[in-house]
């Protein structure tokens, strides 16, 4: 057995949170002595959580509405935090904060087992961080056309500056704007934010929604067209942090990796 180390996911709200199941069935499969929680962390109480972990912690995951607001905390950062301005891992590794995104791998991993290999045109719900990855992942996947719906132009500013870099000319457009002739439909929005947003239900188009609790979401509930799970997006991510915090790569494997996936797929219900 290994020596004993702590992890945790942090997030508010964070009792609906999945992690702990897939963390804890893949580390069993890995037989590795490590303890995975959630924590109930806001924005004003990230730092003092932070500053207050001792050496037997290994890392953390970070949910809403943390994913920003750990990025002034940080002593390094991977290429995709520095892209994206969002950061769901922290490692820690000999007193460094070292942050890093395996939301974009989340989502294609996502993507790909829903049948979705490339896209040329995407409607994206939403402008916070998922929806920051979301754009990264889908430019990667071929993507050379979006439209961004929000709430307000204000909440777009930094989804259409990613954008910009990224070279994916995007619209933006009212939240609850029908998808226009796209290949996906990609809806960011937590569940409750989505209950009440009548959005045309997409006539074949593919729906990613990253909400899953409950599941079927209320959009994806109902969508007339295929519809892939938040659970996959959650699964995948969680790999790209387990790989972290064990190796130090979100590109190294695991050891089994297939037998860690399959446990994990277990342990939240997904086939």
């Known amino acids: 057995m290994s020596e004993r180390r702590r992890l945790a996911v942090l997030g508010s709200p964070i009792e609906h949170s999945r992690s702990p199941a897939l963390h804890a069935a893949a580390y069993r499969v890995l037989e590795l002595d490590w303890e995975y929680g959630r924590a109930e962390v806001d924005t004003a109480g990230l730092p003092g959580f932070i500053a207050g972990l001792g050496d037997e912690w290994r890392g953390l995951s970070l949910t809403m509405p943390?994913?920003?607001?750990?990025?002034?905390?940080?002593?390094d950062a991977d290429e995709l935090v520095t892209l994206t301005g969002a950061a769901n891992t922290l490692v820690l590794t000999d007193g460094r904060r070292r942050g890093a995104n395996t939301d974009v791998y989340g989502?294609?991993?996502?993507?790909?087992?829903?049948g979705v290999k490339g896209v040329e045109s995407v409607h994206?719900?939403?402008?916070?961080?998922?929806?920051?990855?979301?754009?990264?992942?889908?430019?990667?996947?071929?993507?050379?056309?979006?439209?961004l719906a929000?709430?307000?132009?204000?909440?777009?500013?930094?989804?259409?500056?990613l954008a910009g870099r990224i070279g994916l000319p995007t619209e933006v457009v009212a939240l609850d704007a029908a998808p226009g002739p796209v290949d996906?439909?990609?809806?960011?929005?937590?569940?409750?934010?989505?209950?009440?947003?009548?959005?045309?239900?997409?006539?074949?188009?593919?729906?990613?929604?990253v909400a899953y609790d409950p599941w079927p979401s209320p959009l994806g509930s109902r969508w007339r067209g295929p519809v892939i799970s938040g659970l996959e997006m959650l699964l995948h991510q969680a790999?790209?942090?387990?790989?972290?915090?064990?190796t130090g790569s979100a590109d190294e494997p695991l050891p089994r990796e297939s037998e860690v996936v399959a446990a994990m797929r277990t342990a939240v219900g997904l086939p």
């Open 66 to 75: 943390l994913k920003r607001d750990v990025l002034p905390l940080l002593d």
């Open 107 to 114: 989502i294609m991993r996502a993507l790909a087992e829903g």
């Open 124 to 147: 994206l719900l939403g402008g916070g961080a998922t929806a920051a990855s979301a754009l990264v992942a889908v430019r990667r996947l071929g993507a050379d056309r979006a439209t």
């Open 150 to 161: 929000v709430r307000s132009a204000d909440r777009a500013r930094e989804a259409l500056d």
């Open 184 to 209: 996906l439909v990609v809806s960011t929005l937590p569940g409750p934010a989505a209950a009440g947003l009548q959005v045309a239900a997409g006539d074949g188009i593919p729906l990613f929604d």
């Open 239 to 246: 790999v790209g942090q387990i790989r972290l915090f064990l």
